[in-house]
């Protein structure tokens, strides 16, 4: 096949393992960085050019996009889509995944677990806002934010309304959040391929620190998931639309909650914690699922 894998990063860690798996496997592979694409839309015949030139076919694309190119990286995408093209994740489901919110109304309309979680325009109300998430200590969180950032731990109602009153100062959209406190500051990261989890690794946030991210110097080792856990994130995972994504569950008394669904989520942490060649089973896998035309989420929002 001819796999295009779209990055900026042809050196990041997860681009390098995904050229290797793929020529490993015998197949054509090129990077192709997203913002340097441009395109045709109004023609009948929906085309994509780079760097000078038209972009020869690929069978499969797999979108590495980073999260402040998502509009434009998801534009092409798009437009990889309309000329036939497999994406391992789609446009839609990419969108879907960089909003916190909407996220995770489309989780709690399927029924998954998750933090009791309010949304609000308006720093007015913020007294019942408070009490309608259960009373401090909250999480709040930027609707956009990534590896942790923006994404703070307030302790009591005073803080809670400080953070609340800045970020609404600064026009940030937030959601405030129930702290799963008996979670420990750890949660589970599961990466899941299709219909099933194929790794996961419990990262724990170092001392003094509730945020588990690697890139906040966090720890990584094996998960064992337990079967609910892995029920969970795999139906996460569907619900958003992603053939490829890593979850991530927090163990909450009341059983598993779900955070986030990352639609690039990096393969080298969990690479390394786990020993296993995640690289080639996604291979693997668009070996199986790539069709011409195959889109999971088409037609919807
Ligand atoms: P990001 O997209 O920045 O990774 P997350 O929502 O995943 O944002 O939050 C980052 C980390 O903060 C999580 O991995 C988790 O360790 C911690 N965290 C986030 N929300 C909560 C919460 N409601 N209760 C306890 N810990 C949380
Ligand atoms: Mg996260």
New binding site residues.
Partial sequence: MKIGILSRGPKLYSTRRLVEAAKQRDHEVQVVNPLRCYMNITSQKPQIHYQGSELERFDAVIPRIGASVTFYATAVLRQFEMMGVYPLNESVAISRSRD?LRSLQLLSRKGIGL?VTGFANHADDIDDLLTMVGGAPL?I?LLE???????V?AETKKAAESVIDAFSGLRANILI?????E?G???LRCLVIGDKVVAAMK?T?KEGE????LH?G?SAELGKLTPMERQTAVRASNVMGLNLSGV?I?RANHGP?V??V?SSPGLEGIETATGKDIAGMIIEYIEKDAKYGRTRTKGKG
Avoid: C, H, M, Y
């Fill in positions: 916190k933090p999480v969180k934010g990534t590896q942790g950032k923006g994404v731990l959040q129930e702290f799963i406190k979670a500051g750890a949660d990262r946030a509730f945020r588990s991210n906040r966090g991530d927090l909650v955070l986030e990352n």
